[in-house]
């Protein structure tokens, strides 16, 4: 059952299959990560690919260019965005109820435009997406070349994503600031850090990298777009989150665990077929849930998550 | 002359309430000017408008004598205005140093080598040493305060607004805090004190301003004044340092706590095997540095923690095996605990419910498992009434109350029970005059009402004050017992710190 983890080529096959799974569940918790560290919920994630998800499959289908596709799925995430802060942040709503709202939201009006917008249906889509292309000399480094450096473009966008995140938050001012309004606002605000216009702007970030990770899923593995098509990544990369400790790059590796999973699991269904294939497919929920009980109590989450800030309330 | 700050009539209203009424003011440059003034006087109100945090609705500001609008704090520390506030505004879990560059402006990276040699520095010029390492929250409270201070030096502010800055120390610590705030004004920074502790206004400051329901009643130079007279302006009538009270009549024993041993949240005895007796009708004072084992003491009468050995009987009763609510509803022991904010009240509920909290189950505020709420809001209004919190509605959170107001309602509530034994911790921790006078009175009242009551307190002219017996707790024993009439400040203060009589 396990031997292609000992034949190099069948094991670099999985390993790239599992990175290939995982890359949306990258971009969708480093989004997440943003918004959380500065002190919003964002479990809207999940719609948020979606979103992002059906605007790259609109606007590479019209325009017949994936970058057009990118761009407007993250305009759309953004926008997504600015709804989550107004609502969550400045009308002070309930942030985990917004956060469903905006996601059963998605899940209803993606399928019902893809039908108004292609009536031969969605499925049947040809998408001009991004196609792998190898970085030169980085490319031929044994093994980890294959996998890591014969990819496309929105992969790499993604490795500098991370790198880029990991060191704001933890060498900039500007990440100075954004940890701080996740844990005490009230000190930050005092200290002079503009806290509403900080909140918006992880917000409205993190929401749109969110959207990237649902348009990889149609830009740059299946090239077409079906209701529902992210299935549940946006929550798993709320559990990556939390494995993850609220660190970009651990998320990165929480989501790297649960992406591998999953490849296991479709392997498992292709080789074990005497075996319900739903239980395999089951399990990189299952996954999830065990590390978030596990983790309850070890972790600290930012102490200002979901709740609300105003000067002038004591 | 130019002064530092000035303010001119200016108006805060939260809701229909007005918290500041026609407020004008002057600071002087490089003077320490203090504001003076019961809980819920507006004094912390207003030195949120000059920090920019609340806005005011009307009336004008000046800064170095030029008008300004501070619109949030970050224009307030551009204009070298900065504030301490009395619960600190710091990230616990972040270094000293990176509390300290929070925020700073014309930096793009953190520069965190540059900035621990300048904190440290400028922490060896004020004559203290700073481990710019250290998380905020490992830091004892002294220390977090000057993290503060150095915060808004550090932002080159030459205006210091300090809320209540003594309210966290202990009595030695005030000593060199005040050294301090000397060592700045001479280094030319102005300050503004907020304080309602009568002796510091005439040890340290320059001038002061008293202020009384959101008004200023009296600016006055503290060289040509008194504390009886700033007392006297502050609340309005003349207070009574010395509240009358006649020679108590004790009665039978009601709390016998006999050979108890309890142990801290560290595993550690904190009382380690302590005997007395409260009769009916009595007040007995426990005196003691803080620490030495008096909230664990209280605890252990109230239930909140069990003892490890010895007994606790009230009226009689072993109570060591009882749960808090039998213990005070069927033993009717009433408990005002030290931390209010934690244990007394439940800050995000209406008063009418935390005026309830002992008894919500009972008739007649619930009925069969119903609440009812008019009867509960009536019940509320009594008690405002009664024991004088000023508030706006039985409606309003409790959070929203000053520290005086709130310690009444808890009094009030804990009275109306009926206890036969009362236990205070540090029942004025924070309270100014008058509210000190009323909880005394109130408590006094009690008394000859045949109520025994346990008074725990670190203040010992309080003691003295109110107590008919003193007893001095030194880490965790009872280093000794007298009768009010023998006891001195001396003799109190030297079983205190473990010495003998
Ligand atoms: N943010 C707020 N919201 C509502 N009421 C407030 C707020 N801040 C203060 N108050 C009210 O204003 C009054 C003055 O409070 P405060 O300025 O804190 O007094 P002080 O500092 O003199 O004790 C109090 O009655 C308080 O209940």
Not at chain 1, 200 to 216: D, E, K, Q, T, W
Request: aromatic letters at 6%.
């Amino acid at each position: 059952m396990f031997n292609f983890l000992f034949d190099a080529h069948q094991l670099s096959d999985f390993l790239g299959s599992g990175i290939g799974l995982s890359v949306p569940l990258i971009f969708a918790a480093v989004g997440g990560v943003i918004c959380e560290r500065a002190g919003v919920f964002n479990i809207a994630l999940e719609g948020q690919m979606l979103l992002g998800a059906l605007a790259a499959a609109v606007g590479a289908n019209l325009s017949g260019s994936a970058e057009v596709g990118l761009i407007s799925a993250v305009l759309t995430g953004a926008l997504s965005g600015v709804l989550l802060s107004i609502l969550g942040v400045s009308l002070r709503g309930n942030q985990i109820v917004i956060g469903l709202a905006i996601t059963l939201f998605a899940s209803g009006f993606t399928s019902f435009m893809s039908r108004v917008l292609f009536p031969e249906g969605a499925n049947s889509l040809r998408l001009d997406g991004f196609r792998p292309f190898g970085l030169p000399l980085l490319e031929n480094i044994p093994f980890f070349g294959k996998i890591l450096f014969q990819q496309d473009a929105l992969f790499y966008l993604m490795l500098i994503l991370v790198a880029v995140t990991m060191f704001v938050i933890y060498r900039t001012q500007l990440g100075l600031s954004i940890r701080a309004i996740g844990e005490n606002p009230g000190a930050a605000d005092t200290a002079g850090v503009p806290v509403m216009l900080l909140r918006y702007s992880c917000v409205i970030a993190g929401s749109a990298i969110a959207a990237i990770g649902g348009a990889y899923i149609v830009l740059a593995q299946v090239f077409l777009f079906s209701d529902n098509i992210t299935a549940g990544k946006g929550f798993i990369a709320l559990g990556a989150i939390v494995l993850g400790r609220w660190n970009p790059l651990f998320a990165t590796l929480a989501c790297l665990l649960f992406g591998v999973f999953d490849a296991l699991q479709l392997r498992m269904q292709a080789t074990q077929p005497d075996i319900p294939a739903q239980l395999f497919a089951a399990m990189p929920y299952v996954i999830s849930i065990l590390a978030f009980v596990g983790l309850i109590g070890l972790v600290h989450p930012p102490a200002a998550g979901g709740k609300h800030y105003d000067r002038e309330v004591r | 002359m130019i002064h530092r700050l000035t303010l001119e009539s200016i108006v805060k209203n939260f809701g229909n309430f007005r918290a500041n009424d026609d407020v004008s003011l002057q600071v002087k440059t490089g003077s320490v000017h203090a504001i003076l003034g019961e809980n819920g006087a507006g004094k912390s109100t207003l030195m949120n408008i000059i920090y920019g945090l609340y806005q005011p609705d009307s009336g004008k500001i000046f800064s170095r004598g030029e008008e300004v609008s501070i619109s949030s704090p970050r224009r307030a520390l551009d204009l070298g205005i900065g504030m301490v506030h009395q619960h600190f505004k710091q990230v616990e879990n972040m270094t000293v140093v990176e509390n300290l560059i929070l925020g700073l402006k014309g930096q793009w990276m953190m520069k965190l080598n540059h900035h621990r040699q300048a904190v440290k520095q400028m922490a060896d010029d004020l004559g203290f040493s700073i481990e710019p390492e250290q998380q905020v929250w490992r830091l004892p409270v002294g220390m977090q305060q000057r993290v503060e201070i150095l915060k808004l030096l550090y932002r080159n502010a030459d205006l210091l607004i300090l809320d209540e800055p003594t309210s966290v120390l202990t009595p030695n610590e005030i000593g060199p805090f005040f050294k301090l705030l000397r060592r700045l004004r001479e280094m030319g920074s102005t300050i503004i004190l907020i304080t309602h502790k009568l002796n510091e206004v005439m040890d340290i400051s320059d001038r002061a301003t008293v202020m009384r329901s959101g008004r200023v009643v009296a600016n006055v130079d503290t060289a040509q004044t008194t504390q009886r007279e700033l007392a006297t302006l502050m609340v309005g009538r003349e207070v009574v340092f010395n509240v009358a009270r006649r020679e108590s009549k004790p009665g039978k024993p009601v709390l016998e706590v006999n050979d108890l041993t309890v142990l801290d949240d560290r595993r550690l005895e904190a009382v380690s095997g302590l005997s007395m007796t409260v009769r009916e009708g009595e007040i007995l004072g426990v005196a003691g540095v803080d620490g030495n084992g008096q909230a664990e003491l209280a605890e252990a009468i109230t239930g909140l923690r069990s003892a490890a050995s010895g007994r606790i009987n009230v009226s009689g009763m072993d109570v060591t095996g009882i749960s808090v609510a039998r213990r005070k509803r069927d033993l009717k022991i009433g408990f005002v605990p030290e931390d209010r904010h934690r244990v007394g009240l439940d800050l995000d509920a209406t008063l009418s419910i935390n005026s309830v909290l002992r008894s919500f189950k009972e008739r007649p505020f619930s009925r069969r498992g119903w609440l009812d709420f008019q009867v509960i809001d009536k019940h509320a209004e009594e008690l405002v009434s009664r024991y004088d919190v000023r508030m706006r509605g039985v409606h309003q959170k409790a959070r929203d109350l000053s520290g005086g107001n709130q310690q009444k309602i808890v009094v009030g509530r804990e009275i109306e029970g009926g206890p036969k034994l009362l236990v205070v911790s540090q029942a004025t921790k924070g309270l100014d005059v008058g509210a000190i006078e009323f909880v005394q009175k109130t408590l006094l009242a009690q008394r000859d009402r045949g109520t025994a009551i346990l008074y725990i307190s670190t203040e010992l002219e309080e003691l003295l004050n109110i107590c008919d017996r003193v007893a001095v707790i030194f880490k965790g024993r009872i280093a000794g017992e007298m009768n009010v009439s023998e006891a001195t400040s001396e003799r109190i203060g030297l079983l205190m710190t473990g010495g003998r009589t």
